[in-house]
């Protein structure tokens, strides 16, 4: 186990938020998995919440879950490397589709009925070869990416590589066990977890793009460099991404409109990939 103090501290917040906080106030019901109720297909990843970390009644709604939503899109051209000065996926458009998923991930949470602050604050876009992954953060308790089979998966290890990165660099006074900032739980290291559910290659190979939108304080979404990357004292996606070799798409590039169906010779696959595993749940139309 890689990761083991942090694993027994996930699970202790976890037991406290069931006993304290059970459902913020609003019922919600994940009794059955619901269809996305847009075209970018992304939807609750419904095995996450009611498996892990441990398989709770899907019919009782008074236990805190985990909180993520996610889709994967296969085109059939290409998306475009991150090398590239005019790639088919431009820039503005990957970040144009990742805030319409922003709202279609408001709407699957409000058609599970759960509660606004059980709401992801994060939503991330992954691009690369034919294919893109949106993948919110994790909202809940615990951390996927150091606790789920005890970090020993390449998101896991690539962390604590990034760790060991951090204690190598820092100055004297600041804490060589610092972890990432945000327990690993933003949508970059999880839509790289959902990238190696399906590839064996790592990632550093793939020329991918990757990007983020964020919800401010005043609820308003704005895109944003990797966590932690102006930070002196903490450490985050900020390394995540660069070990991860990823072009993190600049916060000031302007949005562009895109069509969907005829993007990249449009999808000719729309899924979502099971952050815990086992097959992915496959969208028609």
Partial sequence: MLFPSLRNAGLLVLGTLIAVSPTLGVPYDVSEPLEPLGPLKVTLDYGLATTWPQPQDVHINSVQRNWQYSSHIVFAGRVGDSDESNPPISDGQLWQIARDAVDEMINDRLQYGTHVL?????????????????????????????????????????????????????????????????????????????????????????????????????????????????????????????????????????????????????PTIQDQIQLCGGQPRVFVG
């Fill in 118 to 266: 059980a709401q992801p604050r994060a939503m991330s876009i992954l691009a690369w070869g034919n294919e893109i992954i949106l993948a919110s953060s994790m909202k809940g308790a615990g951390s996927f990416s150091y606790d789920f089979l005890g970090g020993d998966t390449p998101v896991g290890r690539s962390l604590q590589q990034c760790q060991i990165v951090w204690r190598d660099t820092i100055v004297p006074g600041q804490d060589p066990t610092n972890v990432h900032e945000n327990r690993g739980n933003c949508g970059e290291p999880l839509a790289a977890h959902l990238y190696y559910k399906n590839h064996g290659i790592n990632l550093q190979v793939q020329k991918a793009r990757i990007g983020t939108w964020v919800m401010g304080r005043n609820k308003d979404w704005a895109q944003t460099d990797p966590c932690e990357t102006n930070s002196q004292d903490t450490w985050g996606c900020n390394l995540f991404t660069a070990n991860q070799g990823l072009k993190v798409l600049d916060r000031k590039t302007p949005v562009e409109p895109y069509t969907l169906a005829s993007l990249a010779g449009g």
